[in-house]
């Protein structure tokens, strides 16, 4: 009989008409596994992972420097970070690769990877000796460059440009560009007292 009241108790508590777990305040930002793509995700069937290694140390674009700096962090872990997604409209997913130092984790390359006649093409390449990072957004390519004037560290740049690129008649259009220029107070090294 108590099993009978905890039952019809809980279905009186569906039919009132209230939102649910909605009522108790946001959802959990944690990352949740879906069965459709999210908006940055290619609508390309699904691709295998690429070595994204050996795309950037065979690419005849990349500068020999960043192909020399690029070795193992620890072990055989390289310092690369890879994203697939539709943004040449291919019928596979393009793959963006990021290489970083070891030290700080600062992108110092990205590059975008087309697949053409079973094997990919470099259509994009941005390399920076400070740092620059790209994504994918929403089926566009967003760059991500950290300005630095002298004296900057690694840690504080003096601001930050954001590019946004478009694929349009088989090549990245830059479609929007920001500029963020960052405050020197906020971070930098304290300004010494004046001695009066």
Known sequence: M???????????????????????????????????????????????????????????????????????????????DVSYGSLTGGSTSDVVVNVLTCADAVGIGSYVYRAQGGGYEN?????????????????????????YTKGDSVTYPSGEEVITYHWTSNHFAETERTRSDFSGAVGGDPTPPSAD
Request: charge should be negative.
């Open 123 to 147: 259509v994009f390449k941005a390399e920076e000796p400070a740092s620059v990072y790209a994504e994918i957004d929403r089926g566009d390519l967003v760059v991500t460059k950290q300005l």
């Open 2 to 80: 108590a099993v009978l009241a905890v039952v019809g108790l809980s279905l009186a508590a569906c039919s009132t008409g209230g939102s649910g777990a909605r009522d108790e305040g946001p959802a959990r930002s944690d990352p949740v596994m879906s069965s459709s793509p999210a908006p940055s995700q290619s609508t390309a069937p699904p691709q295998e992972k690429v070595d994204a290694v050996r795309l950037v140390k065979d690419d005849p674009k990349v500068s020999p420097a960043i192909k020399r700096d690029l070795k193992p962090c620890a072990g055989d872990t390289y310092p690369v």
